[in-house]
């Protein structure tokens, strides 16, 4: 799994551990484990980090394409609702 979205993940409370499947050969998988109220603090915080992607993009064109700067506000006001 990505780095930095288990690192999210841990930042929403998630517990991320190891699980044993009864395969052949057995596996181990990693896991993800979020309660309701933990799922909606992810949420959120992937979508301020594409943000923060989205205006960093926008910085570094110097704002001359407002198209970041339009998806940027459009990606906060779909998911606030």
Same mark, same amino acid.
């Given at each position: 799994?990505?780095?930095?979205?288990? %690192?999210?993940?841990?930042?929403?409370?998630?517990?991320?551990?190891?699980?044993?499947?009864?395969?052949?050969?057995?596996?181990? #998988?990693?896991? #993800? %484990?979020?309660?309701?109220?933990?799922? %909606?603090?992810?949420?959120?915080? #992937? #979508?301020?980090?594409?943000?923060?992607?989205?205006?960093?993009?926008?910085?570094?064109?110097?704002?001359?394409?407002?198209?970041?700067?339009?998806?940027?506000? %459009?990606?906060?006001?779909?998911?606030?609702?």
């Amino acid at each position: 799994m990505n780095e930095r979205i288990k %690192e999210l993940a841990r930042r929403a409370g998630a517990h991320i551990g190891t699980r044993n499947l009864m395969s052949n050969p057995p596996q181990q #998988v990693e896991t #993800v %484990e979020l309660w309701d109220d933990q799922i %909606e603090k992810f949420a959120e915080l #992937v #979508v301020d980090e594409c943000c923060a992607k989205l205006l960093e993009m926008h910085e570094r064109t110097n704002g001359s394409h407002n198209y970041y700067g339009h998806a940027l506000i %459009e990606l906060k006001r779909h998911f606030r609702k």
